[in-house]
């Protein structure tokens, strides 16, 4: 267990929904990242946040937005579904800005019918 | 462009024996960070190992090291008397000169008994 938890593990949707994903990182871990893991496009880096503010940007949508709240947690939420979307969301979370102490969550498995 | 290279999909290694995974990247930074995960079928990334390009030594954890050639932009990662427990994909990261990430598409290793 690595300490970052994510909600919900599973989560079916159809095209064009919108849902919210929910990462608490560890205790005491000021930043939080997000990844999308597809067949189609592999894993790739979406975002990353650092005690509230957004830090370095990825492959990310317009459609699909993050923000990091003061009790450090993240949503990441995603619009306007298409089947492409379908894919794991992880979460991880770091002590400082250095992605190489990072600890990733479980993540959410996301399937858009 | 690609930034991290991963030519191996799938590779088999006898149990008790060494493997090497190969990555190379691309970057004409300085500066920068290289890093290997492991996805078991369970779906969870776990981190295992990290190489600056600054560090005059090839890292080392426990099993694991990575040889990393600077001038080739390679970094192998060794994975030493392989156990069953080792079947996952392995992933290379980076090069990561701030937080950006970027993700090899993976190799699936398979430890035969």
């Known amino acids: 267990d690595s300490g970052v938890t994510q909600t919900p593990k599973h989560l079916i949707t159809a095209t064009g929904q919108r849902v919210t994903l929910r990462c608490s990182p560890r205790?005491?871990?000021?930043?939080v990242y997000w990844y999308q893991q597809s067949l189609d496009q592999g894993l790739q880096f979406l975002i990353q946040?650092?005690?509230?503010?957004?830090?370095a940007k990825g492959n990310i949508l317009e459609r699909f937005s993050a923000q990091q709240f003061p009790d450090l947690h993240s949503e990441l939420n995603l619009s306007s579904l298409e089947l492409g979307d379908s894919a794991l969301y992880f979460c991880?979370?770091?002590?400082?800005?250095?992605?190489?102490?990072?600890?990733f969550g479980p993540g959410t498995r996301l399937l858009v019918l | 462009a690609q930034k991290i290279t991963q030519t191996q999909p799938g590779m088999f290694v006898q149990e008790k024996e060494a493997v090497t995974l190969d990555c190379t990247y691309d970057t004409s930074d300085q500066s920068y960070g290289l890093f290997w995960y492991k996805q078991p079928s369970s779906g969870e990334m776990i981190f295992l190992i990290y190489q600056g390009s600054y560090d005059e030594q090839n890292a080392t954890e426990g099993r694991y090291s990575l040889n990393f050639q600077k001038a080739r932009k390679s970094a192998n990662l060794v994975i030493s008397a392989s156990q069953l427990g080792d079947s996952a994909m392995y992933f290379c990261?980076?090069?990561?000169?701030?937080?950006?990430?970027?993700f090899g598409t993976g190799t699936s290793l398979t430890v035969i008994p």
């Open positions: 205790s005491g871990d000021l930043s």
């Open positions: 990261a980076g090069p990561n000169t701030g937080n950006q990430f970027y």
């Open positions: 946040y650092y005690n509230g503010e957004e830090r």
């Open positions: 991880a979370s770091s002590v400082d800005l250095r992605p190489e102490t990072q600890y």
